[in-house]
């Protein structure tokens, strides 16, 4: 049986490498889906060429509160004119003690940004570094679907429908990680909320081996169930070396370019959901 899913390409506007890749791909039909980080000098740059995108990828919201300038004046009063790394954000959420209303602020600032550059409100959240399902944070959001119900969120719950634990890949512990750092309280809250989201979530593997992507990704397409996503980091080599992917995008973005990922996906019997 067919299996129709999302392919999310995360990190648009992070740098410009990684939105060029991103743009490749969406105009050859390759994913279906970009998330858009809106705090980086590259948005305001880039943003105006989704419009091209928007009939055939979902674009959405890639929340960022752990790599570099906020944009609300309340987050750099509390916190610091630039954002702390994710350990210090998981230590603040998990003991409750980051301030839900410098959440609010800077989260709205960011969905008020990605509205002023593509004139709607994004298709579905996600958060860089999966932050969209801490505490505090995920409350926020829990709030913001009372009002905005039609909004798709990622769930990155640990196990799919057949009951695989992410992808097959279970020797890798990250994402093993993702589930604990509050991935399966986020799905049981966004389905007590009746809130739409993806059946099941693929796309963890170790960086340092993206060489051998498509091995991983065939792992993916296997276990992934239908309505599932698969989010990916592909870019054009920029030697970014502030990108902490810099050195894996462009193995990604040949892969999913090629004729072997059209091959791979016909094989598995899957096809990209269509808008």
Same mark, same amino acid.
């Given at each position: 049986?067919?299996?129709?899913?999302? %392919?999310?390409?995360?990190?648009? $506007?992070?740098?410009?490498?990684?939105?060029?890749?991103?743009?490749?791909?969406?105009?050859?039909?390759?994913?279906?889906?970009?998330?858009?980080?809106?705090?980086?000098?590259?948005?305001?740059?880039? /943003?105006?060429?989704?419009?091209?995108?928007?009939?055939?990828?979902?674009?959405?919201?890639? $929340?960022?509160?752990?790599?570099?300038?906020?944009?609300?004046?309340?987050?750099?009063?509390?916190?610091?004119?630039?954002?702390?790394?994710?350990?210090?954000?998981?230590?603040?959420?998990?003991?409750?003690?980051?301030?839900?209303?410098?959440?609010?602020?800077?989260?709205?600032?960011? %969905?008020?940004?990605?509205?002023?550059?593509?004139?709607?409100?994004? @298709?579905?959240?996600?958060?860089?570094?999966?932050?969209?399902?801490?505490?505090?944070?995920?409350?926020?959001?829990? /709030?913001? =679907? =009372?009002?905005?119900?039609?909004?798709?969120?990622?769930?990155?719950?640990?196990?799919?429908?057949?009951?695989?634990?992410f992808d097959g890949l279970d020797s890798f512990p990250k994402k093993h990680i993702i589930a604990y750092l509050g991935g399966a309280r986020f799905h049981q809250m966004l389905s007590e909320h009746q809130a739409m989201l993806n059946t099941s979530f693929s796309g963890v593997y170790n960086f340092k081996d993206a060489q051998n992507y498509q091995h991983y990704f065939t792992h993916f397409l296997k276990n992934i169930t239908s309505h599932g996503l698969i989010m990916c980091h592909p870019g054009h080599d920029m030697n970014d070396r502030t @990108?902490? %992917?810099?050195?894996?995008?462009?193995?990604?973005?040949?892969?999913?370019?090629? @004729?072997?990922?059209?091959?791979?996906?016909? $094989?598995?019997?899957?096809? %990209?959901?269509?808008?």
């Amino acid at each position: 049986m067919r299996r129709d899913i999302y %392919l999310c390409a995360d990190d648009y $506007a992070q740098n410009e490498g990684i939105s060029r890749g991103i743009e490749a791909l969406a105009r050859e039909k390759r994913i279906n889906a970009i998330s858009c980080m809106v705090t980086t000098p590259t948005w305001a740059i880039r /943003a105006s060429r989704l419009e091209a995108y928007a009939a055939s990828c979902y674009v959405g919201l890639h $929340a960022n509160l752990t790599e570099g300038l906020p944009l609300s004046q309340a987050w750099i009063n509390q916190y610091g004119a630039v954002f702390k790394p994710l350990p210090w954000l998981i230590a603040m959420c998990f003991s409750k003690r980051l301030d839900k209303h410098v959440v609010a602020s800077e989260l709205n600032q960011q %969905l008020d940004a990605f509205i002023a550059k593509t004139g709607r409100f994004p @298709d579905f959240i996600d958060g860089h570094q999966h932050v969209h399902q801490f505490p505090v944070i995920r409350e926020y959001w829990i /709030a913001k =679907h =009372h009002v905005h119900a039609q909004l798709r969120f990622r769930n990155t719950s640990p196990s799919n429908h057949s009951g695989h634990m992410f992808d097959g890949l279970d020797s890798f512990p990250k994402k093993h990680i993702i589930a604990y750092l509050g991935g399966a309280r986020f799905h049981q809250m966004l389905s007590e909320h009746q809130a739409m989201l993806n059946t099941s979530f693929s796309g963890v593997y170790n960086f340092k081996d993206a060489q051998n992507y498509q091995h991983y990704f065939t792992h993916f397409l296997k276990n992934i169930t239908s309505h599932g996503l698969i989010m990916c980091h592909p870019g054009h080599d920029m030697n970014d070396r502030t @990108d902490p %992917l810099y050195r894996s995008r462009s193995h990604e973005f040949d892969y999913l370019m090629s @004729d072997v990922y059209l091959d791979d996906m016909r $094989a598995m019997d899957c096809a %990209l959901i269509k808008k």
